[in-house]
C-alpha cells in the first residue's frame, strides 16, 4: 500500500501532477493539474510567484475542468492584486526565517563585515528567542511568522529570569535587553524582505538597571583611585576566605591591568588562549586572533611580564586551548561575563569616590593617552592599538591640541617696522629660576 502524500516531501515527484495544462496569464504562466494521490481529484493550479521566488498552490474546488479554467482567471486577478500591494502569499515558517536569516548572516562574515564570534554569540540568542516561541505557539518552529505577535516578547524578561532562576543562576536586565536586540534584528530582516509586517516586530517595555555611565574623561588620580578601590575590594574578598569570589574579583583587576598595559579592546582580551601567548624572560609576545578582533584583523604585540607575571601566579587553567582569563571552574569558557558580573559589584565602591563612570575602556583609553603624552608617532600607536590615526586624532584631538600648542608657547614672533618679522624660540625657564 502506497505510503501517504505528504506535500513538501512528495511533491514533483512522478505522477505527483495529472492532466496538466499550462495556462498564459500576461507574462505569467499557470500549470493546472489534478493531485495524483487523490482519487477524483479537484483541479488545483501552481504559478511561480517571481516577487517571493517560490511556487503558489491552491485547490479551485471543482471536478469540472471548463469551471476550473474560468475559476483560475479570477484567482489569478486576486493573486496580483494583493501581490501589487506589497501583500505576502507565502508566509514563511518560524524555522525557515532561521534558516534564511543564518544563511545571511554567514554571508556576512564571510565578507568580513562582522566577526565570526560575534555571529556566533548572535546565534545562540536567536536561539533563545525560539526556545521562548515555542513556548507561546502550539505549533512551535512551524509558526507562521506572519503569525507572530511582537507583543508577545513583553513576557521575554520573566521567562528568562524564571528559566535562570531554576537553574540557580542570576541573570541581567541588560543582557535580557541585548538579546532581544538581536532576536528583534532578525525579525527586522524579515520586514525589510517582506516576509512579515511591523507586527511581528519583538516589543518589551522594560528598563535596564543602571549600565555603565557615559564615558568621560579621566585624569591621572581618578585611574589611581580605580586601582587603589580594585586592590582594597580584592583584599577584602582574600580576608574573607571566599576562593571564589577572591579568584573572580583579582581576575577582574587583572584583566583591567592588562588591558593598560596592552591597549587591547576587551573582546581582544577575552578571547586570548594561552596558546596565543609567547612568554619570554622579560616580556610576553602576544598574538591577537583576527577572530576576536572588533575589527577582524590579527597583530602581534610584546608587553613587559613583570604584571603578567602576578596573574600566571594565579591562573587555574593553563592548557593551550583554555582562555588566558576563565572562570575558576573552568579554562573552556571566557571570563566575559564572570568579569561583568564582578564588575557591577565593583562598581558599587567606585560610586563612593564618584568615579561610577569608570569601565574597562578607560583602561585602553588610558594606555593610547600615555602612549600620546609620551609623544609616540601616531601611526606606531594606532597599529598596537588595532585603530586608525583618524580615530585616534577624533578621540583625543583635546590631547593633541594641547600638546601643539605647548610647542607653539616656544616661539614668538618678532615684528619689524617694516612689516616683515623674525621668529624667535624661545628659552623655557626652568622651575628652579
Known amino acids: 500500500?502506497?505510503?501517504?502524500?505528504?506535500?513538501?516531501?512528495?511533491?514533483?515527484?512522478?505522477?505527483?501532477?495529472?492532466?496538466?495544462?499550462?495556462?498564459?496569464?500576461?507574462?505569467?504562466?499557470?500549470?493546472?493539474?489534478?493531485?495524483?494521490?487523490?482519487?477524483?481529484?479537484?483541479?488545483?493550479?501552481?504559478?511561480?510567484?517571481?516577487?517571493?521566488?517560490?511556487?503558489?498552490?491552491?485547490?479551485?474546488?471543482?471536478?469540472?475542468?471548463?469551471?476550473?479554467?474560468?475559476?483560475?482567471?479570477?484567482?489569478?486577478?486576486?493573486?496580483?492584486?494583493?501581490?501589487?500591494?506589497?501583500?505576502?502569499?507565502?508566509?514563511?515558517?518560524?524555522?525557515?526565517?532561521?534558516?534564511?536569516?543564518?544563511?545571511?548572516?554567514?554571508?556576512?562574515?564571510?565578507?568580513?563585515?562582522?566577526?565570526?564570534?560575534?555571529?556566533?554569540?548572535?546565534r545562540y540568542r536567536i536561539g533563545l528567542g525560539v526556545e521562548f516561541l515555542k513556548t507561546r505557539y502550539p505549533r512551535g518552529t512551524e509558526t507562521k511568522i506572519t503569525e507572530i505577535d511582537g507583543e508577545k516578547f513583553r513576557d521575554y524578561l520573566e521567562w528568562r529570569l524564571t528559566e535562570n532562576k531554576a537553574k540557580g543562576r542570576s541573570l541581567r536586565k541588560d543582557v535580557v535587553r541585548d538579546e532581544l536586540l538581536v532576536i528583534r534584528k532578525m525579525f527586522t530582516f524579515a520586514k525589510e524582505q517582506r516576509l512579515c509586517t511591523e507586527r511581528s516586530l519583538p516589543n518589551w517595555d522594560f528598563k535596564t538597571e543602571t549600565e555603565g555611565p557615559k564615558r568621560k574623561r579621566i585624569t591621572p588620580k581618578n585611574f589611581y583611585d580605580f586601582f587603589r578601590v580594585g586592590y582594597e575590594w580584592v583584599k577584602e574578598a582574600k580576608a574573607e576566605k571566599n576562593e571564589q569570589t577572591f579568584y573572580h574579583r583579582f581576575l577582574t583587576l587583572s584583566v583591567a591591568a592588562f588591558m593598560w598595559r596592552s591597549g587591547m579592546r576587551s573582546g581582544e582580551v577575552f578571547g586570548l588562549k594561552n596558546k596565543d601567548l609567547e612568554i619570554k624572560a622579560d616580556e610576553v609576545v602576544i598574538t591577537i586572533r583576527k577572530e576576536t578582533s572588533k575589527i577582524r584583523r590579527g597583530r602581534v604585540i610584546a608587553i613587559h611580564s613583570d604584571f603578567f607575571n602576578t596573574w600566571l601566579k594565579r591562573q587555574k587553567h593553563k592548557a593551550p586551548n583554555d582562555y588566558v582569563f576563565s572562570p575558576l571552574k573552568g579554562g573552556k569558557t571566557s571570563a566575559r561575563d564572570t568579569v561583568y558580573h564582578q564588575f557591577k559589584s565593583l562598581r558599587e565602591r567606585l560610586k563612593i569616590i564618584d568615579l561610577e563612570e569608570f569601565d574597562l575602556y578607560h583602561c585602553r583609553h588610558w594606555w593610547i593617552t600615555e602612549r600620546i603624552m609620551a609623544k609616540e608617532q601616531l601611526i606606531e600607536i594606532a597599529k598596537a592599538a588595532g585603530t586608525s590615526v583618524s580615530e585616534i586624532e577624533s578621540t583625543y584631538a583635546h590631547l593633541l591640541t594641547e600638546q601643539t600648542t605647548r610647542k607653539f608657547n616656544e616661539t614668538k614672533f618678532d615684528w619689524q617696522q617694516g612689516g616683515s618679522f623674525e621668529v624667535i624660540r624661545k628659552q623655557i625657564d626652568s622651575l628652579s629660576n
Open 1 to 122: 500500500m502506497a505510503s501517504a502524500y505528504i506535500a513538501k516531501r512528495d511533491y514533483g515527484k512522478r505522477g505527483s501532477e495529472l492532466n496538466k495544462k499550462v495556462i498564459p496569464f500576461g507574462r505569467r504562466k499557470v500549470t493546472l493539474y489534478r493531485r495524483g494521490d487523490v482519487i477524483q481529484s479537484s483541479w488545483y493550479f501552481r504559478v511561480h510567484i517571481k516577487e517571493e521566488d517560490r511556487s503558489y498552490r491552491q485547490s479551485l474546488h471543482t471536478v469540472d475542468r471548463n469551471e476550473a479554467e474560468k475559476a483560475v482567471h479570477e484567482e489569478m486577478i486576486r493573486i496580483l492584486t494583493r501581490v501589487g500591494s506589497g501583500e505576502r502569499l507565502l508566509a514563511l515558517a518560524l524555522k525557515d526565517l532561521v534558516r534564511k536569516f543564518s544563511l545571511h548572516m554567514e554571508s556576512v562574515v564571510a565578507k568580513n563585515n562582522i566577526a565570526s564570534s560575534t555571529w556566533r554569540n548572535q
